[in-house]
């Protein structure tokens, strides 16, 4: 095929046939690398040769990847969740592989990009027929494999909302806004739909006890990572509740900045209202939502602040701007206006400079709060509402239960 004759790309509300156009791609990107591959010999590093090796960096360095991406995150999962029987037997085989396939292919080409990245630059003709041979061959078979089972069953299993959330999922990691979302909130300005009637099926992925590992703070790890793969937007904010002796709750967004086995952190005033609360009622509440992947996880546990070395860590981790804008905000009382908030902070920039020191020293009201975990809930959303919930908690011996509960 050359490449004038190559389909021309199908829109997003055909997934499926966007990832066969992706396919189509690679296929041309690999006949080049394999050109190239027979070019240098007689021409070396000559402009054509640089040309191509560019142009298949390019490919594989950045659009392979959200492909890879698009499948793992996406398409296998939503088929998982949605196949049965046969179906979801042969997507619980080819999963593993798929994904094995993948990391080969991620591997191989780590080594034929080091090269190209030479030959682009015209200073080397060295190039591994033995890669290329075996980076061709493992994306041939990979795409027969999706090609002949994938990419049918879901043509054939997926509803149209499933389609259109893949397509949506698939123009978002592409930096795209779905024509869909603006569709929604247009209807919604213009009065003409009920917030009650913003309603969303969700189809993505599910959550079985097996998926999920033994310690919940592994588990999240994993979901983290996931997140971030996923470019969810703020991956790191979530809500935290805290209730003061009063028994009024009251809940907040701020930026996870540790997790680890003692458990979740992050950074504040410690004079602010959810710090008074806090000083009164250790228990709080953490919510993370990452509707691009239908998630939702709830901490639960007591909070204790992390050690004065662990806060300057972070404190002088930050830019100078952001230690001292720390310094010149009593966090949550009133002012009078922003323009007394701007006087507190140039007075804050002068105490530092006449002091001289290379850092603007941090304030004793100024740290971390670690919540310790005791109840951790995972929450997948599946269709027609009948979502997956798995919850952990914690056992006075130091175990965690694993326990499903009804959506
Ligand atoms: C995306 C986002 C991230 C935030 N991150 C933090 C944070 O890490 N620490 C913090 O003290 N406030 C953060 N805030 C501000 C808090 O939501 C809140 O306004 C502030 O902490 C005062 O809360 P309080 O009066 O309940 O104590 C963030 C707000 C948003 C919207």
Redesign the pocket.
Known sequence: MTDTLLAPAPDFDQPVAVLKHCHDKIRKQLKTLQSLLAHLPQHGADAAAQQAAQAVQKYFNTAAHVHHADEELDLLPMLESTATGDDLALVRRLKPEILAQHEQMDSDWNIINSHLEKIAAGNSTELSADNVARFVQAYAGHMEIEESHIAPMAKRLFSATQMQVLGEAMQRRRGIVPAGAAKVSEKAVAGGIALADLRMDYGRASLSEEDTLADPVAQFGKWFDEAMKAQVN?PN?MS?S?VGSDGKP????????QFDERGFT????YR??????LAQNPHAALLFFWPELERQVRIEGRVETTSAAESDKYFYSRPVKSQLAAIASQ??APIEGRADMEANYAAAEADFAAAGGDRPQRPAHWGGYRLVPERIEFWQGRASRFHDRIVFTLQADGSWSKQRIQP
């Open positions: 703020e904010a935290a805290t009251s809940s907040r967004i701020v930026l996870i900045k992050w950074y504040t005033n602010s209202q959810k710090g008074e609360q966090q949550s």
